[in-house]
T-cell receptor, first 113, second 110 residues
């Protein structure tokens, strides 16, 4: 049973560029969340998608946007990249049961130069 | 003040030792408490998930929650070199917005 899978594993971009990260949730999971983890810090919540809509959002600017597809997979898009966007981007999924725990993928390491 | 405080360590212990990891929090609305383990270049892996105050045991791991003191702990018995990782506490009020501590780096020496 595949867990949460993310692609690509590593990415290098230049300031001002745009990036798209992809996530496939664990089998049986329909809710996807994205987190940003800076080096030496805990993950910070970006947003959550359920039924193809953004349901909850953390304290991130509009440059961060997302999408969920009918097969529950998701994309995270970041526009106008800044050096400070360099981080590990984690996707997490869970099933529809009330407050079931989140399961994380191994992340995409984004470096902005 | 951060919502969740966690000592970053590193914490270095000999193999076989009992390890105690702790977090404090300020938001009394947190209802669910989790511990994740994160190896280098990997995503967080769920270890323990608790709701109420008290203890929950799973193998060598025991999670403890004291809501009155806003304090949670994770104990690891008979620690092994394979336990060397970063341990993240996380808390949830509702939905999917987990609030994490900064993580404690644990090193178990053989």
């Amino acid at each position: 049973d595949a867990g949460v899978t993310q692609s690509p594993t590593h990415l290098i971009k230049t300031r001002g560029q745009q990036v798209t990260l992809r996530c496939s949730p664990k089998s049986g999971h329909d809710t996807v969340s994205w987190y940003q983890q800076a080096l030496g810090q805990g993950p910070q919540f970006i947003f959550q998608y359920y039924e193809e809509e953004e349901r909850q959002r953390g304290n991130f600017p509009d440059r961060f946007s997302g999408h969920q597809f009918p097969n529950y997979s998701s994309e995270l898009n970041v526009n106008a990249l800044l050096l400070g966007d360099s981080a590990l981007y984690l996707c997490a999924s869970r099933d529809g049961q009330f407050n079931s725990p989140l399961h994380f993928g191994n992340g995409t390491r984004l470096t902005v130069t | 003040q951060k919502e969740v405080e966690q000592d970053p360590g590193p914490l270095s212990v000999p193999e076989g030792a009992i390890v105690s990891l702790n977090c404090t929090y300020s938001n009394s609305a947190f209802q669910y408490f989790m511990w994740y383990r994160q190896y280098s270049r990997k995503g967080p892996e769920l270890l323990m998930y608790t709701y109420s105050s008290g203890n929950k045991e799973d193998g060598r791991f025991t999670a403890q929650v004291d809501k009155s003191s806003k304090y949670i702990s994770l104990f690891i018995r008979d620690s092994q070199p394979s336990d060397s990782a970063t341990y993240l506490c996380a808390m949830l009020e509702y939905g999917n917005k987990l609030v994490f501590g900064a993580g404690t780096i644990l090193r178990v020496k053989s």
